[in-house]
């Protein structure tokens, strides 16, 4: 079975960093397009950072020059850099896995995720 498994979340003051972590297992996780999401209390979920079809990074603007997203294969790992916090950035963090298939940063389109991670940015 696949699982995604997120770890790193945590409170800190804006102006902060956070580095979350996605450990993925049960699949081969090269063959798999990976996202990163956010969900903050009732909003709808959205798109923060992944990889466009070249392999080029993608981000929502809303994070551009703050967010860095990067994927160890050999590790089995994604990660999500995340500086300069703000406010606005609290949320519930979740990684997204699906096969194969090239689905950008639409979430309806992801077959697996985690269970999500909590960030939460103070003033």
């Known amino acids: 079975a696949v699982q995604l498994a997120e770890s790193g979340g945590g409170s800190v003051q804006a102006g902060g960093s956070l580095r979350l972590s996605c450990a993925a297992f049960?699949?081969?996780?090269?063959?798999?397009?990976m996202g990163w999401f956010r969900q903050a209390p009732g909003k709808e979920r959205e798109g923060v950072a992944g990889f466009e079809r070249d392999g080029s990074t993608t981000y929502a603007d809303s994070v551009k020059g703050r967010f860095t997203i990067l994927r160890d294969n050999a590790k089995n790992t994604l990660y999500l850099q995340m500086n300069s916090l703000k406010p606005e950035d609290t949320a519930m963090y979740y990684c997204a896995a699906n096969p194969h298939v090239w689905v950008g940063l639409s979430a309806a389109e992801y077959k697996y995720w985690g269970q999500g991670t909590q960030v939460t940015v103070s003033s």
């Open positions: 049960g699949y081969a996780y090269i063959d798999y397009y």
